[in-house]
């Protein structure tokens, strides 16, 4: 026989009402506790297919030379790592999501597993006869990037 605190016996019906007000309380509780458990997932870094990390590639894909390497970076993001990619020469920026994909400045609704997989997309996107135009000197050839006039303004 299952008694309340105060000692009372109770009947089915109560015990009934017990369990799902305990089932309930449960499932509120594990609806709170989700997106503090989904938020604290270790995203994946810099690993390829396979789990394995990535490493510089030189091919050609498509009839274009692609080459790819990684560089460490120096200054305020010094322990960092960035990829200097080209394609026939010309520099194509790609840029690491926050869950570890990639994805490149000619295709940038997509993202891509690997460093290559980002680069043979763009070529991809790139289709035959066109090519990448060097927009500005940037930190690939060493000058510094010109973001325009500066008048003192801050963002």
Not at 101 to 114: A, I, K
Request: no cysteine; hydrophobic share 40%.
């Amino acid at each position: 026989m299952v008694v309340t605190a105060d000692g009372v016996p109770m009947g089915g019906e109560q015990r009934a009402r017990r369990a799902i007000r305990r089932r309930v309380l449960a499932s509120l509780a594990a609806l709170a506790l989700a997106p503090v458990l989904a938020a604290s997932r270790v995203p994946r870094r810099a690993l390829g297919s396979g789990g394995a990390a990535e490493s510089a590639f030189d091919e050609v894909y498509r009839g274009r030379r692609i080459r790819g390497s990684l560089l460490t970076a120096a200054g305020p993001r010094a322990g960092g790592h960035a990829w200097q990619v080209t394609v026939d020469g010309h520099p194509l920026h790609l840029m690491r999501r926050s869950d570890g994909t990639w994805l490149s400045m000619v295709n940038h609704y997509s993202s891509y597993r690997t460093s290559l997989e980002a680069t043979r997309a763009a070529v991809d996107e790139l289709g035959p006869g066109q090519g990448l135009r060097d927009l500005a000197p940037g930190p690939l050839d060493g000058g510094p990037v010109h973001m325009g006039d500066d008048h003192g303004v801050r963002a």
